[in-house]
């Protein structure tokens, strides 16, 4: 250490030049603005001088430590900063506690001084809101899908719409019928041509009307004699003439 406080510092192929006023030529101390390692071994030099002999001459003039130019005035009650407190952990950090729905996350900074870790903060905070954003906007979705399901299981089950009666059985003989309906359209000009009185103001009622036995299902023949005309057909398992329902 040179006179006036002044003391240079080896470290590695560098030397470096530690002021009186506790400022270091080194770019540690120019980026941070506070005490680096330089500044620190001249204090301990100086004061392991003191203690190994404290009557034999006079204290050398100690350096003082460092004030940074752009530091303002510490108010009076306010904790020294935290690259300062005697930890053995990081000197400054910051836990970020983020909460989306029913999650929880904690995020940890750490750093060597409150001004870098805050300049860190600020750069993080904005990546953080996006993050957010992001997981309540899924979050909704997610939401918006489960009440829909629990939606679909409480509606009531939707009753099929009923299908259209089945049509009428169409008669196994149609040739039946439309002989039958021939009949019934030529019985009047039959009933005109053949004539007499007596068979014109005859009315004819059931199958004798239609000409088709409801009982077996089958055409009858036109049979007519002196008394009349009439429907009939042959059975021949009972040997005789049926004229159907009447």
């Known amino acids: 250490m040179a006179d006036g406080g002044v003391a240079t510092v080896t470290s590695g192929a560098n030397r470096y030049t530690v002021q009186a006023d506790g400022t270091c030529t080194c770019p540690d101390y120019a980026n941070r603005g506070a005490p680096c390692k330089h500044v620190l071994a001249v204090l301990i030099h100086v004061k392991a001088q003191a203690l190994l002999a404290p009557g034999a001459s006079p204290a050398p003039q100690q350096v003082a430590p460092p004030t940074p130019a752009s530091a303002q005035p510490t108010p009076q009650g306010w904790p020294p900063s935290a690259d300062r407190w005697a930890v053995t952990e990081a000197p400054a950090s910051c836990c970020l506690r983020l909460r989306v729905g029913e999650l929880e996350l904690l995020y940890t900074m750490r750093d060597v001084s409150d001004a870098e870790l805050t300049g860190r903060v600020q750069h993080l905070v904005p990546w953080v809101q996006d993050l957010l954003d992001q997981a309540r906007e899924r979050q909704a979705q997610l939401e918006a899908l489960r009440q829909q399901r629990e939606a679909a299981k409480a509606a009531p089950a939707v009753t099929p719409p009923a299908l259209p009666p089945a049509p009428a059985t169409v008669p196994a003989d149609l040739q039946a019928l439309l002989q039958q309906a021939v009949q019934q359209a030529l019985a009047p000009a039959n009933g005109q041509a ?16 239609t000409g088709f036995c409801s009982l077996h299902h089958v055409t009858m023949e036109h049979r007519e004699n002196e008394r009349g005309s009439w429907y009939s057909h042959w059975l021949p398992e009972e040997e005789r003439h049926c004229k159907g329902r009447r």
Do not use: E, Y
Request: hydrophobic letters at 10%; aromatic letters at 0%.
């Open 194 to 209: 053949n004539g007499t009185s007596q068979r014109q103001g005859r009315a004819k009622t059931g199958d004798q009307a």
